[in-house]
């Protein structure tokens, strides 16, 4: 069964510090990777796409990949308040197939 | 751009009655858009996906015949859930992709289902 896993949390950090969120997943026939942001009562915003081992960086965000290992990680920088969210990771594999969602991890940022 | 909007944002229905929640992509033609259900503290399942002008794919365990799927346009799909009983009531979100960017899926609000 294909899966995505993550920590569930809540992952605390200090405002302005680097938080570290982390996906792993089971189908080695993935190719696209998702770091998507869900806010309470709201639906999930994409924050990052990535396809190709190696970082990829937007702004404060940094997404991670190694498909050896079949991981997943997205870096906050200088995190803030309003970061505080629940994190979702997925997988797809090409361009037709379904998003597999993890659970999430929730971020919790203190001022 | 890359805008979803569903409709209605909330609705509370008694137990037997139907819904009808719409999905539209209002800056771009939808190849295909999904529909997602998420119970509290709980990740994003996927029901269905649909394609325009054809019939939608459900997902395994999700009843076709009371989650109806309608996806008349490259811009619109409505998700009606017929003789709604309350552990009917979540989030349902639906979700669609560009044409030409089917990598990427761009979320709609979420509409919140109450069935009382």
């Known amino acids: 069964q294909k899966e995505v896993e993550q920590n569930s949390g809540p992952l605390s950090v200090p405002e302005g510090a680097i938080a570290s969120l982390n996906c792993t997943y089971s189908d080695r026939g993935s190719q696209s990777f998702f770091w998507y942001r869900q806010y309470s009562g709201k639906s999930p915003e994409l924050i990052m796409s990535?396809?190709?081992?190696g970082d990829k960086e937007d702004g404060r965000f940094t997404a991670q990949l190694n498909k050896a290992s079949q991981y997943v990680s997205l870096l906050i920088r200088d995190s803030q308040p309003s970061d505080s969210a629940t994190y979702l990771c997925a997988s797809k594999r090409g361009s037709q197939g379904n998003l597999i969602f993890g659970k999430g991890t929730k971020l919790s940022v203190k001022p | 751009g890359a805008v979803v909007s569903q409709h209605p944002s909330r609705v509370i229905c008694k137990s037997g009655t139907s819904v009808k929640i719409e999905c539209r992509s209002l800056?771009?033609?939808?190849?295909?858009m999904f529909w997602y259900r998420q119970f509290p503290k709980q990740s994003l399942m996927l029901m269905a996906t649909s394609n325009e002008g054809s019939k939608a794919t459900y997902e395994q365990g999700v009843e076709k015949d009371k989650f109806l799927i309608n996806h008349a346009s490259l811009t619109l799909s409505t998700l009606t859930v017929t003789s709604a009983h309350p552990e009917d009531s979540s989030f349902y979100i639906c979700s669609a992709t560009l044409a030409g960017k089917a990598y990427e899926q761009y979320f709609g609000p979420g509409t919140r289902l109450t069935v009382t």
């Open positions: 800056d771009f033609q939808a190849t295909t």
């Open positions: 990535i396809y190709s081992n």
